[in-house]
């Protein structure tokens, strides 16, 4: 039996690779074998590997994939450390193979393997340059994945998506497709690599329309763990698509960092005024007065509030964790914050006495202050 595997793979092995499965995995463990082994049932007589794209995940996932690919060299696994993301996931791991065809799949067996064949003949008949599984397509079902709610939001990010994108398919946020590696590797360099939404970003990124090939999919319900989607599945999207909009114009990571920053302008004013209206008037004639003491306070919560939703959200896929890297990680924006704030007061300040408006100097000193933190944060708070 064993051995009758192993001639099956180097069977394979000596036939020239036909097909990658890139398969993004976070906390994946007790679905790797069971997928290896559906993939395997469903890929008979086709040279195929399939590549675990891991973030570094925590129950030993990349180990399952290395204990398979240790007998079984189809299965490889590249494990990622310090990044988070399926979409850059997905990017990198098709990349990564010599197949001239890959496919990108959940590991979670919500996608059925049993698609593929078919989707590889349409890629290989020449006829389509992307073939893609459908949750809205005629003859697909939801009735499995048993979430009203995700099936709702899902039709309505898809309406907007085709908007926005002018890429009318009937479900660009699948996760389930597969194309000629060529064609993703001439467009990788301008995918933004941001969220979750990678179909969408490759249709509304390659110049020439894709001829698609659409498959109803049955969407399973997830078999082990749960879905990593949940909680920062709509943020995600909404920038994905800022990205495609005016991502050239504005980069997004500066949108969301100036945005953040605006947010804490109103979180330092409500500070202050929370604190004058208990202390004010106290202080008056002290060395320090209450003005003084309440507008520090305002400005290190108001910094510290930007220091947490920025590793939240703009750097969520370099995110500091741990108590250490935190701490360490404040201090370091602190120290930029603060050197922003010199620059932001200097330059007011000059062109003041260059006979500007306050108002409009103000708001410059604010502009050249926000790029200096933003330059300096994403390299020494963020950057590794
Ligand atoms: N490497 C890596 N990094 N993999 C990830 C990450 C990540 O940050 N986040 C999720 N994954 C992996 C999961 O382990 C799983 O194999 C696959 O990506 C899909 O993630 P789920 O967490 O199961 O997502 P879902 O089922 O909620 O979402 C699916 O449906 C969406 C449409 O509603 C996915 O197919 C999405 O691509 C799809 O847009
Ligand atoms: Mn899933």
Redesign the pocket.
């Known amino acids: 039996m064993a051995e009758a595997a192993a001639d099956q793979i180097s069977a394979a092995a000596a036939r020239p690779l036909e097909l990658a499965i890139v398969l993004p995995t976070l906390n994946e463990r007790g679905n790797i074998a069971p997928m290896v082994a559906r993939l395997e049932a469903a890929l008979q007589g086709i040279a195929w590997e399939a590549i675990f794209v891991d973030d570094n995940s925590r129950d030993g996932t990349a180990d399952a994939g290395r204990d398979i690919g240790r007998t079984d060299p189809r299965i490889r696994v590249i494990q990622r450390i310090g990044r988070r993301g399926l979409a850059s996931a997905a990017i990198e791991g098709m990349c990564a193979t010599s197949a001239p065809i890959v496919a990108v799949m959940?590991a979670?067996h919500?996608h059925d393997p049993a698609l593929l064949p078919g989707m590889l003949d349409a890629i290989r008949s020449g006829q389509y340059d992307l073939a893609y599984a459908s949750r809205f397509a005629e003859g697909a079902s939801m009735e499995q994945w048993n979430r009203p709610d995700r099936e709702k939001a899902s039709s309505m990010a898809n309406a907007l998506a085709r908007k926005v994108t002018g890429v009318d398919l009937s479900d660009p946020m699948s996760?389930y497709f597969m194309l000629r590696a060529e064609t993703l590797r001439a467009n990788a360099g301008k995918l933004s690599g941001i969220g979750f939404k990678i179909l969408l970003d490759i249709l509304a990124t390659v110049e020439t329309p894709m001829r698609v090939k659409e498959f109803p999919l049955n969407f399973a319900a997830?078999a082990e763990g749960e879905?990593?989607?949940d909680r920062t599945v709509v943020f995600e999207f909404l920038v994905g698509l800022y990205d495609k909009w005016l991502g050239r114009i504005i980069p997004t990571r500066f949108a969301l960092f100036g945005t953040i920053g605006a947010l804490g302008v109103v979180v330092h004013m409500a500070v202050l005024s929370a604190w004058l209206a208990a202390f004010g008037g106290t202080l008056r004639d002290q060395l320090i007065t209450d003005f003084e003491i309440g507008q520090t306070l305002a400005a290190m919560v108001a910094m510290t509030f930007n220091f947490f939703l920025n590793n939240w959200l703009t750097y969520a896929d370099k995110r500091l964790t741990g108590t250490g890297r935190l701490l360490q990680g404040w201090a370091k924006f602190a120290l930029t914050c603060s050197v922003g704030l010199l620059a932001n007061v200097g330059a007011a300040a000059l062109l003041v006495r260059f006979g500007f408006h306050e108002y409009p100097a103000a708001l410059i000193g604010i502009a050249i202050g926000s790029v200096w933190n933003f330059a300096l944060s994403s390299r020494f708070v963020w950057g590794r």
């Open positions: 959940d979670d919500q996760g997830r879905s990593k989607l």
